[in-house]
């Protein structure tokens, strides 16, 4: 079980009126719920603010979150985290001693160049979000090299788990069964 830790106006990179806190303390909780579940990581909130305070409000986050025996995951998710270097930063300056990545391969915006981005952070990537958008009539992915994205995973160390996720705005007349087989198919001819 990953569980993937959301607080709703508030942002743990926010130092304002106790903001930081609040998420702090939201994840907190949701890291307990995620040891009452025998979860072993949990992914906290985003961060849209002060790269200081996120990284700050991280260290006290996996603190807890060791105490409990979780990683605590930090994605990029449209937030500061999508620019690669603040993301190598935070997993620098916080270590993998109960936390690392989280690669979503669709959240990274233009410009950043994705393959780069993915090169970058890979040493530090727990868990993948495998993520596709964009299908031809054949069910063959066109959005991007969804096999580079793979190989550049492994290539950079990454061992565990591949979490599938078809993602579009809408809903398109998909056959998603067929968009699973892609997806696993896919994945599992470029594991090393």
């Known amino acids: 079980i990953n569980i993937q830790a959301d607080t709703p106006g508030k942002d743990m990179s926010n130092p304002e009126k106790g903001n930081s806190a609040l998420a702090v303390q939201d994840i907190k909780e949701w890291i307990d719920v995620g040891a009452a579940l025998g979860s072993k990581m949990v992914r906290g909130s985003f961060m849209q603010h002060s790269l200081e305070e996120g990284i700050k409000s991280t260290k006290e986050l996996v603190k807890y979150a060791k105490s409990k025996g979780i990683t605590l995951l930090s994605e990029n998710h449209y937030d500061l985290m999508s620019v690669p270097e603040n993301h190598l930063r935070v997993a620098q300056e916080v270590g993998k001693d109960y936390f690392g990545l989280l690669a979503d391969f669709g959240n990274y915006p233009e410009p950043i160049d994705m393959f780069e981005a993915l090169e970058m952070i890979s040493p530090y990537v727990r868990l993948v ?39 579009e705005n809408g809903l398109p007349d998909y056959d998603y069964e067929k968009i699973v087989d892609w997806m696993i198919e896919h994945v599992k001819a470029n594991l090393s």
């Open 129 to 167: 979000s495998a993520k596709t958008h964009g299908y031809d009539e054949n069910y063959e992915h066109i959005g991007f090299d969804f096999d580079r994205c793979v190989r550049i995973m492994e290539e950079g160390g990454f061992k565990g788990i591949y979490s599938l996720e078809q993602w």
